[in-house]
Nanobody
């Protein structure tokens, strides 16, 4: 079992920045890929960014150049820096971890971009 706890969401103005964090605990040795997903009202959950154990990253086209995902395997911590926020970034953001044949989710953290 893996437990994931997100933090760092909140309210930001357009053009502003936020940093999300995801702390992992439990059977962390089994985790390979971690990522951030988001779900806006009335929309499906979508992958925002992912990072492998070795640090390889991938991003959704909508956030490339604005968001940066990082991972500290020693601290069991994943973060995502979100810059140049747009209204359309408003969503609940979920931390995700793939561990073997299992997928784990955090409880989600709200990010609201509003002027």
């Amino acid at each position: 079992q893996v437990q994931l706890v997100e933090s760092g969401g909140g309210l930001a103005q357009p053009g502003g920045s936020l940093r999300l964090s995801c702390a992992a605990s439990g059977s962390i040795f089994s985790i390979n890929v971690m990522g951030w997903y988001r779900q806006a009202p009335g929309k499906e959950r979508e992958l925002v960014a992912a990072i492998s154990t070795g640090g390889r990253t991938s991003y959704a086209d909508s956030v490339k150049g604005r968001f940066t995902i990082s991972r500290d395997n020693m601290k069991n911590l994943m973060q995502m820096r979100m810059n140049s926020l747009k209204f359309e970034d408003t969503a609940v953001y979920y931390c995700n971890a793939a561990a073997g044949m299992y997928t784990y989710w955090g409880q989600g953290t709200q990010v609201t971009v509003s002027s």
